[in-house]
């Protein structure tokens, strides 16, 4: 099994309502994945499905294993932080330390006091005597001290100032990351984590809209500024996207002839953000 | 195996306001009495006369009569503690599965490699083995404690306290029924721990009401379709719970015996089915009982639901 998440026909559904609809996913060792997509767009649900979480209708296998019959087992090479995980409040730094170095085989003490020291948690501190960026530095700090293969952050970064998530970023791609890692994230602060993506999944309305490497954004997709007086000749290359800014008409294309756009206005490579707002306003990319 | 030790070791960190704290305020609360009652005897005389003429009564009664009296005591010393540790359990297992979905930090618990069989497992073990152990050693510290200040008491207004009462009862043997008695209620109350957890796994909101409205509910409407149709009130899911509380192994009241006085009795001596006497021979008697067998039969099931809905807990 090469590929570390491999999904086909994934679907989840809540009642009536299509959570997940029908996505195949191949996800493979040594990527850093950005899955982005709007609210209530099923990334978290089908997040859930890849941890063990939920239950699903298809073929989904995480490293080789069935989330769903096997949670406890995959867990050892699996971490994670849910969106709305938070550590239990009555708990101490230390106990929550101990518990996980008893039950988690790969986590280090030493690496996880290593995070800690930078930041203002103390082994004697109750979970709730600490601010919710502070319960967020220590969840971080546990999680990137677990030795595993697959790691998936759902908006990690949330209530962190600006300061420390860049610093976190830094460290995830420096300490943590390797070739045998794979790392899935999600956020909405899609700037942040641009450029430490190796691979871009968008979700829409349950399904997949785009998934692609960063490479491939870099080759495929052009941006074009263009004075309002070409706008018509450009709208005529059918682009994916148009918006106006400052009075200048931008277009976003895929595969587009790029000398020919060059003739029209400046040519640029799209943002994460611009693609994603193209995506999901436009049609299919 | 060490992954369920640390996880019993969690319910006691989380709970040790229930399984240590509670039992030590109990026992704090026998020791002050006691203070109490020699303060107020100090208080009245200050030469402890009526004290001193109270213990040289209680020397001249027969022997029989005091050991019979010591040995009751020593038992029914325990009911307090036995009591508080069956609210302390029934509230802990109401909770066990239900505040870490409230709180949602069982995102982080579903996060490391613990099977659910094994979190649902370390939470029984702590309601069966954790607190009744924590609460025996504390019930045993405060009758021991209790035991020397009513020796030095009792030394210090000239009496012997040897043969006044310590040579009068072996307290390792009220010691020991006690904690049989509480492994056996542990096994005894199987069935009300599965339940408890099933509601806790279950509930949406305030387990406490999930757990005794359905029973409640269905008992009344048993009563009611008995009457209409008998014009009696026969067995119900009342009498059958009425039952199990009386043919409880835990030692929690008295009785009269028809050939060697009174002593302390298991359950309330109201029921026929089991000996109310305090041995561990009647204790055992429970367990291996057809009773026991449905009632291990029903707890199974209750916590094959519980497994059930643990595994889906954060389904949504």
């Not at chain 1, 239950?55 to 490293?63: E, K, P, R």
């Not at chain 1, 400046?266 to 049609?283: I, K, Q, R, W, Y």
């Not at chain 2, 213990?55 to 005091?66: K, M, N, P, V």
């Not at chain 2, 607190?131 to 035991?147: D, N, R």
Request: glycine share 6%; aromatic share 10%.
């Amino acid at each position: 099994m090469n590929n570390v998440i491999e999904a086909h026909g994934l679907s989840k559904r809540y009642g009536r309502t299509v959570a997940v609809d029908n996505i195949d996913l191949q996800i493979s060792a040594g990527k850093i994945v950005g899955l982005i997509g709007p609210n209530g767009a099923g990334k978290t649900t089908a997040l859930k499905a890849i941890l063990g979480l939920a239950t699903y209708d298809g073929d989904l296998s995480v490293l080789g294993k069935s989330p769903a019959r096997d949670r406890a087992t995959l867990m050892e090479d699996v971490c994670f932080i849910a969106d709305v995980a938070v550590l239990p409040r009555w708990i101490r730094v230390w106990q929550l330390l101990e518990l996980t170095e008893k039950i988690h085989p790969k986590f280090s003490r030493e690496k996880c006091l290593k995070y800690l020291s930078t930041t203002k948690v103390t082994l004697e501190h109750r979970v709730k005597q600490l601010s919710k960026g502070m319960v967020t530095q220590l969840h971080l700090a546990i999680v990137m001290a677990i030795d595993v293969k697959l790691l998936v952050l759902d908006e990690p970064t949330l209530g962190l100032d600006i300061l420390y998530r860049k610093q976190f970023y830094t460290n995830l791609l420096n300490d943590y990351f390797d070739e045998q890692r794979t790392i899935v994230i999600t956020t909405h602060q899609v700037e942040e984590v641009e450029h430490i993506l190796s691979d871009l999944i968008f979700i829409k309305e349950g399904r997949i809209a785009l998934d692609c490497t960063m490479d491939d954004v870099q080759e495929q997709y052009t941006e074009l500024m263009v004075a309002p007086d070409k706008a018509a000749t450009a709208r005529e290359l059918k682009p994916l996207y148009e918006r106006v800014l400052f009075g200048r008409h931008i277009f976003l294309f895929k595969n587009a002839n790029r000398e020919q756009l060059k003739e029209l206005g400046e040519l640029h490579t799209p943002s994460v953000a611009d693609l994603f707002v193209a995506t999901m306003n436009g049609g299919e990319s | 195996m060490n992954r369920l030790l640390a996880l019993v070791k969690r319910e006691f960190w989380e709970n040790k306001g229930a399984f240590r704290t509670t039992p030590l305020v109990i026992g704090g609360i026998h020791l002050a009495a006691m203070l109490m009652f020699i303060i107020t005897f100090s208080h009245f005389d200050n030469e402890f006369q009526s004290l001193k003429e109270l213990i040289r009564f209680i020397a001249q009664q027969d022997t029989e009569l005091r050991s019979q009296i010591l040995y009751a005591a020593n038992l029914e010393s325990s009911v307090i503690f036995s009591m508080v540790l069956a609210f302390v359990v029934f509230f802990y297992l109401l909770g066990s599965l239900y505040d870490d979905r409230k709180d949602r930090s069982i995102l982080f618990w579903k996060s490391l490699p613990a099977s659910d069989t094994l979190t649902i497992t370390s939470k029984l073990f702590a309601a069966m083995v954790v607190a009744p152990l924590i609460f025996w050693i504390i019930y045993v510290i405060t009758h021991i404690v209790i035991m020397l200040l009513f020796s030095v008491v009792v030394l210090s207004l000239g009496e012997n306290p040897w043969t006044l009462f310590l040579s009068l009862g072996n307290p390792f043997e009220a010691w020991g029924l006690v904690l049989t008695s509480y492994f056996t209620q542990s096994i005894w109350a199987l069935p009300l721990y599965g339940w408890l957890m099933l509601v806790s796994a279950f509930a949406p909101r305030i387990p406490l009401l999930f757990a005794v409205l359905p029973p409640v509910i269905l008992g009344v409407l048993e009563l009611w379709i008995d009457f209409l149709k008998t014009f009696t009130l026969s067995d119900n899911l009342f009498g059958l719970f009425g039952r199990w509380f009386a043919n409880s192994p835990l030692i929690m009241s008295g009785d009269m015996h028809e050939n060697d006085g009174f002593g302390a009795a298991l359950g309330i001596p109201i029921t026929h089915e089991f000996d109310h006497h305090v041995t561990v021979a009647n204790m055992f008697d429970r367990l291996f009982s057809t009773d026991m067998l449905i009632s291990l039969a029903i707890t199974a099931v209750f916590l094959g639901a519980t497994l059930w809905l643990r595994r889906r807990a954060t389904e949504s």
